[in-house]
């Protein structure tokens, strides 16, 4: 029965189909709306750019009679269905860019009144601010400090200034002699309305630290705020990046983290502790860290090395030394000068991890005119320290504002006498007179940098200088480790410059290795 009814079903269909059909089909070509003078994307400034737009708009249809929709959405919507802002209502586009720093959507609607056919055309729009890209330079009057921005909108060389943003924008400067700048790309908060990613700048000094939103430089959170626990002392502080997973925090010779792959809100944790009796410390100001390792610390109560993997824990982790290493990484009686990474080098299979190699200068507490220089190989948390004694004959030996080139010659830059800048090689303790800058000026700082963007890309030593309340930040090329030729741009402001940092939309927490 359940046969015949499927029969009688397809033949009634069979029947239907042969039915003679009377309808009036009209099989002219559809309408063609084409808009012309519109690009495939765009890339504005907020509170700074206008988008002007004059399109060309013509149809098929002789007779047709337009009316016109201009908007714009959001891409990176959660929870919700974006919602489509209307700009303008009119054939062109004039309209002053207010939107947030972010992906959004542009959109124009054409639509024939005569036929009610419409055409859509959706354009991409990468909103930026001018506090996106540019170098940062960290500053401060003896007291106070703040944030000075040099304008890079079509390459790496500076074309314009923006002073003391940090408290123009935020209504006071924060206090303290500046420290470190370091960059967080996946730092959380909330100033989106929502917890998510921001890219963050932190500005860091001898008594306070500010997370600042890259695209408002806005500040987020300060020290007040920034833990969840209020702290006992204020500085000195700094912030960089860990492990892959982890943010670190030293306030005060104590250290803190924020696990970034779990659950969080921009707040650091509570003090590390030394071991189970909580016994005091004091971590110097100079660390090893970098995306891609362990953070190593050294504290100057015990003259001890200490790790932290990726965050986590309640306690620093100990290091084991290593077999003929020159010095214990424990209670080794030596105050540390100066500490930074140098390499990291992948193992291959069975290891399948990373081993670093850093530096490191040492004055021992017993008798302060012994000086060592030393190489430090770590795997882990196991250490091999190889030691050079420093001997008055050597520039190092009254060396400062030390610093290392990570990742590229084995060599470490230093200051002597105020206004001579050295390097030293490292394979063969060769030390050569770099730069001397003009009289009167004293050296503040020296960095290595390197940049891979396409149209910005930079391997620049760099030196901060002052004299009369003024800054100089003079930027080089080098060639085999060494300066080369004049400055490619010397950067001026007031105050006295303690950092530099390039920031760009494609810069991450990985583009350079946050030390000293």
């Not at 963007?453 to 080098?478: H, P, Q, V, W």
């Not at 300066?483 to 950067?491: E, H, M, R």
Request: hydrophobic share 35%; with cysteine; net charge neutral.
């Amino acid at each position: 029965m359940k046969n015949l009814w499927i029969y009688v079903m397809v033949v009634m269909a069979m029947m239907t189909a042969c039915k003679k059909d009377h309808s009036n089909y009209d099989y002219k070509t559809g309408e063609k709306i084409t808009v012309k003078g519109i690009e495939s994307s765009y890339t504005l400034i907020s509170e700074l750019d206008r988008l002007t737009l004059t399109p060309e708009v013509s149809s098929t249809e002789p007779n047709a009679q337009f009316e016109y929709l201009w908007g714009i959405y959001e891409t990176n919507v959660q929870g919700s269905a974006p919602v489509l802002d209307t700009l303008a209502k009119t054939k062109d586009l004039n309209y002053l860019i207010k939107q947030a720093a972010k992906g959004w959507v542009l959109v124009y609607r054409v639509t024939n009144k005569t036929t009610g056919y419409s055409q859509y055309i959706n354009v991409p729009v990468n909103v930026v601010t001018e506090f996106t890209r540019g170098w940062y330079v960290a500053k401060d009057d003896g007291t106070q400090s703040d944030l000075d921005l040099f304008l890079t909108p079509t390459s790496i060389v500076p074309v314009g200034k923006r002073e003391n943003l940090y408290s123009s924008i935020n209504g006071s400067k924060l206090p303290g002699q500046a420290n470190l700048l370091s960059f967080l790309s996946a730092y959380k908060s909330t100033v989106t309305g929502t917890l998510g990613n921001t890219r963050t700048l932190v500005l860091s000094t001898d008594k306070d630290v500010a997370t600042v939103n890259v695209n408002t430089l806005k500040k987020i959170f300060t020290l007040d705020n920034l833990l969840f626990d209020a702290p006992t002392v204020k500085g000195p502080c700094q912030v960089f990046p860990g492990g892959g997973s982890a943010y670190y925090l030293i306030n005060g010779g104590n250290v803190h983290s924020i696990v970034n792959i779990s659950a969080n809100i921009g707040k650091f944790g509570g003090r590390f502790l030394k071991d189970a009796s909580n016994t005091p410390y004091s971590i110097s100001k100079y660390f090893m860290s970098n995306t891609s390792s362990n953070a190593y610390f050294f504290d100057e109560t015990s003259s001890t090395f200490f790790g932290i993997g990726s965050g986590y824990g309640t306690a620093l982790s100990s290091i084991s030394d290593v077999t003929g290493t020159s010095m214990s990484a424990s209670n080794n009686n030596q105050k540390l000068l100066y500490m930074g990474l140098k390499s990291g080098t992948y193992l291959p299979s069975p290891a399948l991890r990373y081993v670093f190699s850093g530096c490191a200068v040492f004055q021992d507490k017993s008798n302060s005119s012994n000086k060592t220089l030393s190489n430090i190989d770590i795997d882990g948390y196991t250490m091999k320290l190889t030691n050079t004694s420093l001997t008055t004959a050597d520039q190092l030996y009254n060396g400062a504002n030390m610093t290392l080139m990570y990742g590229q010659e084995n060599l470490m830059y230093f200051s002597v006498g105020g206004n001579q800048v050295w390097s030293r090689n490292l394979s063969n303790n060769f030390e050569k007179l770099e730069y001397t800058v003009p009289a009167g000026e004293q050296i503040t700082f020296i960095r290595h940098k390197t940049g891979a963007e396409t149209g910005y890309a930079y391997n620049y030593i760099m030196l901060g200088s002052k004299i009369n309340g003024t800054y100089k930040i003079r930027m080089f090329n080098k060639a085999s480790g060494s300066i080369s030729g004049n400055p490619v741009a010397t950067l001026e402001g007031t105050g006295t410059a303690k950092d530099i940092l390039y920031i760009s939309p494609s810069v991450s927490e990985s583009t350079n290795t946050i030390q000293w």
